[in-house]
C-alpha cells in the first residue's frame, strides 16, 4: 500500500523514478551499489523536493490552511496549538510496512479527515494493540484518508484492532506565511466585513495602544511566524507595568469569556502565560481563574492539560516551545471588533521514508520535472569521477526544468499589486480609486 501524503492526487512512487533511473547504464551501480537501493533514492528524492519547494514561490500544491485564531485584548503574540482530540476517535485495524530504517510505521483505519497530510506533525496517542510497542503517543510523519504513518522505531506488524487520538501539540508543519483575511467574526451583517492580513518575515513587538486611527486600512493586520518560545508570555498574579505582556496579566479571579457571540471583542487577558515551572501555557478552556496560578509539571510534555488554580474553572495546556506562533500589527484594541484570523501558508518539503511512497503533494504533470532533479542526483552520487562530472550540467538541466515548473504554476493572471497612496502631483488620494496601471490619472476615464 502507498502511503503517500496526499495519495489522491499522486499515483507516481520513488520507485517508479528508480525503476526509470535504471534504464540508465552509468546509473544503475550508483542505486545497486551495496545494496543501498534505498537509501540513496530517498536521499536524492528528498534532496530535489527540498529544492523545488525552496523557491519564492506559492505552489498551489503545497499549500495549507491553519486553523482559524481570535484577536484579544492588547495581545500582539498568539501561540499555536492543535487542541487534544481534533481527529476524535480514530478505529485503526493494524499495523504494516514497519521500516526498521526509517523508524516509521503504518497504522491503517478510516480516516477521512487525514487526507491530504492533514495529520502530518500531530502527536498521537496508540492504544488497543496486543504488541504493547505498538501503543503509546507518536508523531505522525504522512497520513491519508486510509492510513497515519506514526514514528515508532519498536513497531511491529500487526492485524488487530486499535485506536487513535491526536494529543495537542505544535504547528509545525509550517515552512512560510503566504497570505491571510481578518473578518469581523461577531458582525451580524452578511456578508462579514473583512480586511487583508498581509504576511511578512520580521515584525517588532509593540504595546497594545493603537493610534493609527479609526480605520484599520489596507492591509487591515500584517503578520509573521515565530518559534513559540520566541513570542511573548504573560505572568499570572504579575503587575501591568512594566511587563511584556502590555497590561493584561490574569490574576486571582480574573475572567475569559468566549469570545465568539459577542457583540464585541471581551476584555480578556492575555491567553498565554508562563508557569511557576517555565511551562508555556494556552487558556485551552474559557472560565474563571481561581486564588492560584496554573501549573503544569517540569519539563512536561506538549499536550498536557495543566493543573488548574484553586476553584479555575478554566483550562490550560501545556505548549511545544519549537512549535509556531504569529504576531500581528496592529495591536488589537481592549474591546471592539473580534478580529478572526485566517493564515494561509506553505508546507515544510513532504520527506519521503518509503519507496511505495507517491510524489504527493507533487501533481503528476510535474513528475517529469521531479524526474530530471532526480537523475540529477543519482549522479552527483556516483563514486567513479566519469559519471559525477555529468552531474553539474545535468543539475545545470534540471534548473531549467524547475523554471518550466514555475511558468506552468504561473499562467494566471496575478491578483496581487502595488496602489500608490497619492498621485504624481503629490496630492493624497483614496487608495480604492486607483484605474490601474494604463490610466494612472487621478480622475475618471473619459
Known amino acids: 500500500m502507498a502511503y503517500g501524503y496526499f495519495s489522491s492526487l499522486s499515483s507516481i512512487t520513488v520507485q517508479h523514478l528508480v525503476d526509470v533511473a535504471n534504464a540508465y547504464g552509468d546509473l544503475e551501480g550508483v542505486l545497486n551499489a551495496g545494496g543501498q537501493t534505498q537509501i540513496t533514492a530517498l536521499s536524492a528524492a528528498n534532496t530535489v523536493m527540498n529544492a523545488i519547494c525552496a523557491v519564492s514561490f506559492p505552489h498551489k500544491w503545497n499549500e495549507y490552511n491553519i486553523g482559524p485564531f481570535y484577536s484579544t485584548s492588547y495581545q500582539q503574540d498568539y501561540a499555536g496549538i492543535m487542541p487534544a482530540g481534533v481527529t476524535g476517535n480514530l478505529t485503526l485495524t493494524g499495523v504494516s ?31 488497543g494493540f496486543s504488541n504493547s510497542t505498538n501503543n503509546g503517543t507518536f508523531m ?26 491526536s494529543a495537542a501539540g505544535g504547528l509545525v508543519n ?19 466585513p473583512y480586511v487583508r492580513i498581509e504576511c511578512g518575515r520580521q515584525l517588532p513587538q509593540q504595546t497594545a495602544q493603537y493610534t493609527g486611527g479609526a480605520g484599520l486600512g489596507d492591509p487591515g493586520f500584517r503578520c509573521n511566524w515565530f518559534p513559540n518560545r520566541t513570542l511573548y508570555y504573560g505572568t499570572w498574579g504579575a ?32 491567553t498565554q502565560i508562563i508557569d511557576a515551572n517555565g511551562n508555556f501555557l494556552l487558556l485551552t478552556g474559557y472560565g474563571t481563574e481561581g486564588t492560584t496560578a496554573p501549573l503544569a509539571p517540569v519539563d512536561a510534555c506538549p499536550g498536557t492539560i495543566a493543573t488548574p488554580g484553586s476553584g479555575a474553572t478554566t483550562q490550560w495546556t501545556v ?19 473580534l478580529w478572526q484570523f485566517n493564515l494561509t501558508a506553505q508546507m515544510k518539503p513532504v520527506r519521503f521514508y518509503s519507496l511505495s511512497q507517491t510524489l504527493a503533494p507533487l501533481p503528476d504533470e510535474f513528475e517529469p520535472h521531479f524526474r530530471e532533479g532526480f537523475i540529477a542526483q543519482l549522479y552527483k552520487r556516483s563514486p567513479e569521477k566519469a559519471v559525477y562530472s555529468k552531474f553539474k550540467d545535468m543539475w545545470a538541466i534540471w534548473k531549467e526544468s524547475l523554471n518550466e515548473l514555475r511558468a506552468k504554476e504561473d499562467r494566471e493572471l496575478e491578483e496581487n499589486k502595488f496602489i500608490p497612496t497619492r498621485t504624481v502631483f503629490g496630492a493624497s488620494r483614496s487608495r480604492n480609486n486607483f484605474q490601474g496601471a494604463a490610466w494612472p490619472y487621478n480622475y475618471p476615464r473619459p
Open 174 to 192: 509550517l515552512s512560510w506565511l503566504e497570505r491571510g483575511v481578518a473578518f469581523d467574526i461577531n458582525n451580524s451583517a452578511i456578508p462579514k
Open 97 to 127: 510496512q514497519v521500516s526498521a530504517s526509517q523508524g516509521t510505521a503504518v497504522y491503517s483505519g478510516s480516516m477521512p479527515d487525514g487526507a491530504f497530510g492533514a495529520y502530518v506533525g500531530m502527536p498521537f496517542v496508540i492504544t
Open 140 to 165: 505522525c510523519v504522512a497520513s491519508s484518508a486510509g492510513a497515519i504513518v506514526l514514528y515508532n522505531p519498536a513497531a511491529v506488524a500487526e492485524t488487530h484492532a486499535g485506536n487513535a487520538i
Open 319 to 337: 505548549l511545544d516551545p519549537n512549535g509556531w506562533g504569529f504576531r500581528m500589527i496592529p495591536v488589537p484594541t481592549q474591546s471592539g471588533s
Open 239 to 270: 503587575p501591568n507595568v512594566g511587563t511584556g505582556s502590555q497590561g493584561n496579566n490574569p490574576v486571582a479571579g480574573s475572567v475569559y469569556t468566549q469570545p465568539l457571540g459577542n457583540n464585541s471583542q471581551p476584555d480578556n487577558p492575555i
